[in-house]
């Protein structure tokens, strides 16, 4: 059974903290995706991965950068968290076809005070 | 600029009866189409697709249209049952697009009452 995980379901921070949201997939996948999802606006890509060590920019990157050292891992950083930024943050993987199901984390609620 | 559009933010459907939900795209790009399903503190999973080549794809009670003169698809679900209340999103690719990155509709929150 596919499985994308997350390394935590709710956190608090505060604004101008550095934060690490973590990402493992099992399944081998080439790809790699974080999304925020927000009321009203669906799901917004902010960057993706299509191998270990190399990123492309999304639709709303700013504010945020990505590192990917494994093939089973990719972590999204906000180098200095701002109120703006509190929202769910999903994570996503898939093979490298184009056409292959994207496979979601369960996400985690990011609240910055 | 919101590519990809679901104008309904809610739908509210009696068990056993019709759900269709409906998304409207503007990138004449998009060539293929997906539905994925979303509950409360789940992530989304994938529901049904269907590219561009065809107009209809069914799977069980699931049948997703796509009107591409009109760039508008649809996911029709027969019979509903309560089980289906749940956050479906619709979603695109362009074609030529690198590793299947997806552009998403805003969710429609389907409830189903028994």
């Known amino acids: 059974d596919v499985k994308v995980t997350q390394s935590s379901r709710y956190l608090v921070k505060r604004t101008g903290e550095k934060v690490f949201l973590e990402c493992v997939q099992d399944?081998?996948?080439?790809?790699m995706f974080w999304y925020r999802q927000d009321p009203g606006l669906g799901l917004r890509l902010i960057y993706f991965?299509?191998?270990?060590?190399?990123?492309e920019k999304g639709d709303i990157p700013e504010g945020y950068s990505v590192s990917r050292e494994k093939k089973e891992r990719f972590s999204l950083i906000l180098e200095s968290a701002s109120t703006n930024q509190t929202s769910m943050y999903l994570c996503?993987?898939?093979?490298?076809?184009?056409?292959?199901?994207?496979?979601f984390g369960p996400g985690t609620r990011l609240t910055v005070l | 600029d919101q590519q990809v559009k679901q104008n309904s933010p809610s739908l509210s459907v009696q068990e056993g009866r019709i759900s269709i939900l409906n998304c409207d795209y503007t990138?004449?790009?998009?060539?293929?189409f997906l539905w994925y399903k979303k509950y409360p503190a789940e992530g989304p999973t994938f529901l049904i697709s269907i590219s561009s080549i065809k107009d209809k794809n069914e799977d069980g009670r699931f049948t997703v249209f796509l009107n591409k003169s009109a760039k508008h698809l649809s996911l029709h679900i027969v019979p509903s049952q309560p089980g289906d209340s749940a956050v479906y999103f619709c979603a695109a690719r362009a074609g030529g697009t690198s590793y299947g990155k997806l552009t998403f509709g805003q969710g429609t929150i389907l409830t189903v009452h028994p």
């Open positions: 990138n004449s790009m998009f060539d293929y």
């Open positions: 996503a993987s898939s093979l490298q076809g184009s056409t292959d199901t994207q496979y």
């Open positions: 991965s299509y191998d270990v060590k190399m990123k």
């Open positions: 399944m081998d996948h080439e790809n």
